[in-house]
C-alpha cells in the first residue's frame, strides 16, 4: 500500500495551485487548503495579524501534504479503516470535509450495517467498515467510489452553479467525477453517453 505522506502529496498534485473562485464555498484556496481551513488552523504566514487571502497564496506544497496528513487523515480517523478505503475516503475528505464520513456511513447502512449518519468516525463505523471489507474488499472500493460520484451528482443537481465541476463546457465528465472515478474500477465508470444522460435534465 501507498504511504499516507504519498496519497497526500497526490492529493496536493490533484487539488493544483491558488483559485478563488466565486461559486465555490470554500473561498480562496492553495493546493486544496482553504482560507477557512488556515483560519481554523491559524496559519498567518505573513504575520500581519489576520489570515487572508495573501496567507493562502504563500502555503507550500509541502505545508498543504503536512495539514492534511494530520487534519484530514490521522485527526478524523481515517487512518484506522481498512487500508482499501483510506485513499478515496481521504481525498474524499480533504475536498468535502466531514460528508466523507457521511458517505460512508451511508454506504454501510445500506450494506446492512448499523451506524449513526453523523460524520464522524468512531469505533462503530470503524468496525462496521472493517467488516465490510473483510467480506468484500473490493466491492466496499468500487462501492464507496460510486457513492461519492452519486454524492457530486447529486450536490450539482441542487446547487447550478456547481454542476460547472460535474460537466465540462463541451458537456463530457467534470472534475469531480473524473476524481471520483480514479478511485473505481473502470469497468464502473460511466461511458460519455451515460454521464451526458444523468446531467441532462441541467439543460
Do not use: C
Not at 470554500?26 to 498567518?44: E, Q, S, W
Not at 479503516?81 to 481525498?91: G, I, M, N
Not at 447502512?109 to 472493517?130: E, H, K, L, Y
Amino acid at each position: 500500500m501507498q504511504t499516507v505522506r504519498s496519497i497526500a502529496e497526490q492529493i496536493v498534485a490533484r487539488e493544483g495551485g491558488y483559485v478563488n473562485d466565486p461559486d465555490d464555498p470554500g473561498g480562496a484556496t492553495n493546493y486544496g487548503v482553504t482560507i477557512h481551513t488556515m483560519r481554523r488552523l491559524g496559519l498567518d504566514l505573513d504575520g500581519n495579524g489576520i489570515v487572508d487571502a495573501r496567507d493562502v497564496r504563500r502555503l507550500t506544497r509541502a505545508k498543504a501534504t503536512d495539514i492534511f496528513v494530520e487534519h484530514y487523515f490521522d485527526r478524523p480517523r481515517v487512518s484506522d479503516l481498512p487500508e482499501v478505503l483510506q485513499p478515496s475516503v481521504f481525498d474524499m475528505y480533504v475536498n468535502a470535509g466531514a460528508n466523507a464520513a457521511r458517505i460512508l456511513q451511508r454506504l454501510l447502512n445500506r450494506m446492512g450495517q448499523r451506524v449513526a449518519v453523523d460524520g464522524v468516525i468512531g469505533p462503530r463505523t470503524i468496525a462496521a467498515a472493517r467488516a465490510a471489507a473483510d467480506v468484500a474488499p473490493h466491492h466496499i472500493a468500487d462501492a464507496y467510489g460510486i457513492a461519492r460520484r452519486n454524492y457530486y451528482y447529486a450536490l450539482a443537481d441542487r446547487r447550478a452553479a456547481s454542476r460547472k465541476y460535474a460537466r465540462r463546457r463541451d458537456g463530457g465528465k467534470g472534475g469531480w467525477i473524473t476524481r471520483a472515478e480514479e478511485f473505481i474500477s473502470p469497468r464502473f465508470h460511466l461511458s460519455a453517453d451515460q454521464h451526458k444522460a444523468r446531467v441532462a435534465a441541467w439543460g
